[in-house]
Every structure is written in structure tokens, then in C-alpha cells.
């Protein structure tokens, strides 16, 4: 069984820069295609970002694009999502999702992790 584990959300002001962390156990990561999701209160869970087994392929949200960054490290079994420019619409709990399809729908991904907070407020 696969799981997830997501670190390095925290308050930060807008214009502040975050690296999210997603730690995979229970398998190989290699063998899944990542996702980077959002939520925030009241509102829909938002596909981010996401990443292919190899890491060759990548998209982002459109609100995303350009200040956002997904990349993998296969050997550490660890996803990351390097977010600059943040801005207080970033506020969200920020989930990875690992599955065997590729996309910004949460609907292809099997495993979640628990999420952690991303606040973006002076």
C-alpha cells in the first residue's frame, strides 16, 4: 500500500516563496504519476500541478502557471511543488495524490496524502 505523506506548508507573506514536500512509502513512487492538489474552504478541490512517472511530462493550472514548479526525485521517493509569487487566493490545504493515469483531475489518482496548510496573508 501506498502512502503519502505532505510537508512545508506554513504562513507566508504574499510575494513569499514555499517548497511543499509529498514523501511517498509502501512502494516505489517511480511507478505513479503525481498530482498537486488544493482546497480551500468552501470551495471545490482544485487540481495544481502534476507530474509523470519519469518526470518528462508536467502541467500546471492556469493559475498557477509561471510561479509554480513540480519535479520529482525518483530515489528519494519524494515529490515537490516549489511555489513562488504566492498570493492570498493561494491559501488552500495542498494534497498530493499518486495514481497510474496522468492529469489535473483528482478522479485518476487512488492515494492521498492528509494535506498541509498553505496560508498566504501579511
Known amino acids: 500500500q501506498l502512502q503519502l505523506v505532505e510537508s512545508g506548508g506554513e504562513l507566508v507573506q504574499p510575494g513569499g516563496s514555499l517548497r511543499l514536500s509529498c514523501a511517498a512509502s509502501g512502494l516505489p513512487l517511480v511507478y505513479y504519476n503525481i498530482g498537486w492538489f488544493r482546497q480551500a474552504p468552501g470551495k471545490e478541490r482544485e487540481g495544481v500541478s502534476c507530474?509523470?512517472?519519469?518526470?518528462?511530462?508536467?502541467n500546471y493550472a492556469d493559475s498557477v502557471k509561471g510561479r509554480f514548479t513540480i519535479s520529482r526525485d525518483n530515489a528519494k521517493n519524494t515529490v515537490y511543488l516549489r511555489m513562488n509569487s504566492l498570493k492570498p487566493e493561494d491559501t488552500a490545504v495542498y494534497y498530493c495524490?499518486?495514481?497510474?493515469?496522468?492529469?489535473?483531475?483528482?478522479?485518476?489518482?487512488?492515494?492521498w496524502g492528509q494535506g498541509t496548510q498553505v496560508t498566504v496573508s501579511s
Open positions: 507530474i509523470s512517472k519519469s518526470g518528462d511530462s508536467t
Open positions: 495524490a499518486a495514481g497510474r493515469f496522468y492529469g489535473l483531475g483528482p478522479n485518476v489518482y487512488a492515494y
